[in-house]
C-alpha cells in the first residue's frame, strides 16, 4: 500500500522570485469596468518559465503581472508538452478523459507500427476520423464561445498540430483557426473566406519557424482579427521562447533576446487594444504550457527494452525526452513486468508508472482510485490520470531531475531517455521539458483586466486545465459538462478571499529500498501534480 503524508513545498520547491514592476503599458482597467468583457484574449506563451518575467527581460509582461492577479505556484499538465497542454487549455480536461496522451501518441488505427507526432495536423484529423469524426470528445472552449453567439479566433505560432488543438472543429465549421503554415502555399486558416483573405493579404510563413513565424502571427492578429473579425474571444499560441530554448538553454544570451522580442510583440498587442478603445473592457490571461529544464544527461532505456527480450515490434515507444510512453501490443502481462524490472535497473529512470488494474484480455483497464501500478513499485497511471484505455500507454517514465543550475545560472536539469546510446556516451546538452520535475512543471498564470483582481499575487495550486472554465465563467458563458479543472473564483475582482484559500500539499510512496514518490498538491477536490522522483 502507499504512504502518503504531508509535506511543505518548501521541502521541495525552491521559491521562484516575485519581482514587483510597473511598466508604462497603459492605464489598469478602472473597477467600474464592464462586469463582462467585450473581449477576452488568452496569450499561450510556449516554455515561459515564471522566473524569465522579469522587469528587465519581459518589462510589459512584469507590468501585467503586477497590476494584475498571478499565480506562484501554477501548474503546466503532465506530461509536460506542448499538444497535452493545448488539449487541456481547450476542453478543461486531462489526459486520461480528452485522449491526448503526449505529444506522439500510438494508435493503430492512425499508424500500426509507429507512434504518431501530433505536431502534424493531418495526423490529428486522422485520429479524428477514428474517433467517429471528433478529436476532443466534449465541447471545446471555442464550441461554447460560439454557441454564445460569441466569435472565437485561435491563433498559433507554432506547429500545426498545436494549432488545430486549440479549435478542433474550426475545420467543421465552427470558429476560426489560423496558422501560417497548414499547407504550403494554399491554406493559413478555416474557414475558408478568412483563408482567402489573409493569403491575400498577408502571405504564408513556415509554421514554428520561431520569432519570424510569431511576428506573422502577431501582426495578423494586430492588423486584421481584432479590428475586422471582432472576435469575443481570442486564444493566441506564441511559440517562443520555446524553441530558443530547446536550442541554446534557458538564461543564454539568445533566449534572452527571444524574451525581449515576445515582450515587444505583447507591448503592441496592447497598444492595438488602446487603438481601438478596448483596453478597458478586455481581459487577458497569459499561461505558459511547461517550464523548461537543462538536460545535460541521457539514459538508454532502449537497451532496458533489449535486456527484457522484446520482441521486434511487440513495444512501441513514444518518447518526450523527459518521460516516455511504452505502448506494449496486446497488453501482455509478463513483457511489462519485464520492463519495469529492466527499466528500474537504469539510475537514469525516476518513476515508472503503470495500470492500476492488470491488463487483460480486453486491454488497459482503468481504476481512479488506485494510486499504486499493478507492478509492485509503480505508481498509478489512473492517479496521474494517463489511464485511457484507447490512447493511453501500457508503462510511462518519468526520468530523474535535480535543482542543480545550468551553464547560464538558473536551477534545474534532468535526465532524459534516448532509445540509443548517444555516439561515444556523450551527454545530450540540450533543454527541453516533458518530466515531473518543478522545473518543467511551474507555468506562468497571469489574470488581468475588469474582472480580476488587482497588485495579487496567489499562492493557491492552479494548472492549465483551469482556463477554460475560467475563461467561461468571467464572461457569463455557461459550462453544463464535467470537466477536470475549476473556476479560479479566488482571482475575480469581488471573488473568493484569496488569503484564506491554501491548498495541501500530499507525497504518495511506493516501493522498496529505493522508493518512487509523487508530491502533488490539492485544493477542494482538485489535484495538482508538482513532482515525481525516485530516492537513490
Known sequence: MPHTRSVTRAALFASFPL??????????????????????????????????????????????????????????????????????????????????????????????????DTADYQNLLKLAQVNGGRLLPSPTLGELVEKAALRFVALSSGSTGNALLLSPEAPNGTGVLINGGFEHGKRVAFPEAINETIWRRFGGINSDSGSVSVEWTERVLRDYVLPELHPGVVVDWITEPDTAQHKFGVGSEQSLATLKKVDDQIGLLLARLRDLRLDASTNIIVVSDHGFSFQPASTNIGGALARARVAPGEVVTANNGES??????????????????????????????????????????????????????????????????????????????????????????????????????????????????????????????????????????????????????SMGVPLNHAIDGRVLKEAFRNGTNSTALTGRTHVIEAGRGSPVRLQYSQILQHIYFDAAWREK
Not at 508503462?395 to 536551477?411: C, E, Y
Open 324 to 473: 516516455a510512453l511504452l505502448f506494449v501490443k496486446g497488453h501482455n502481462p509478463a513483457t511489462i513486468k519485464r520492463l519495469v524490472a529492466e527499466l528500474y535497473k537504469q539510475t537514469g529512470v525516476g518513476v515508472v508508472f503503470t495500470a492500476a488494474q492488470r491488463p487483460s484480455g480486453a486491454g488497459i483497464r482503468c481504476d481512479s482510485d488506485k494510486r499504486t501500478g499493478w507492478v509492485d513499485g509503480t505508481l498509478s497511471l489512473d492517479f496521474i490520470r494517463e489511464c485511457n484505455p484507447r490512447t493511453g500507454a501500457d508503462i510511462l517514465i518519468a526520468m530523474q531531475w535535480s535543482s542543480d543550475r545550468n551553464p547560464f545560472g538558473t536551477k534545474g536539469t534532468h535526465v532524459i531517455a534516448t532509445m540509443s546510446e548517444p555516439p561515444g556516451g556523450a551527454a545530450s546538452g540540450r533543454s527541453g521539458h516533458g518530466g515531473l520535475s518543478p522545473w518543467s512543471v511551474g507555468t506562468t498564470m497571469i489574470l488581468w483586466g475588469p474582472a480580476f483582481k488587482q497588485h495579487a499575487e496567489i499562492a493557491a495550486p492552479a494548472g492549465n486545465q483551469d482556463v477554460m472554465p475560467t475563461l467561461l465563467a
Open 19 to 116: 519581482i514587483i514592476a510597473l511598466s508604462s503599458i497603459g492605464r489598469a482597467p478602472e473597477a467600474t469596468a464592464v462586469p463582462h468583457p467585450n473581449l477576452t484574449i488568452v496569450l499561450i506563451i510556449d516554455g515561459l518559465r515564471p522566473d524569465s518575467v522579469t522587469p528587465a527581460a519581459m518589462p510589459v509582461l512584469a507590468g501585467l503581472r503586477n497590476q494584475g492577479t498571478s499565480y506562484s505556484h501554477a501548474h503546466s499538465v503532465f506530461p509536460t508538452v506542448t499538444r497535452v497542454n493545448a488539449a487541456a487549455i481547450s476542453i478543461g480536461t486531462l489526459p486520461d478523459r480528452n485522449g491526448i496522451v503526449s505529444n506522439s501518441m500510438f494508435v493503430g488505427e492512425v499508424n500500426a507500427h509507429e507512434a504518431f
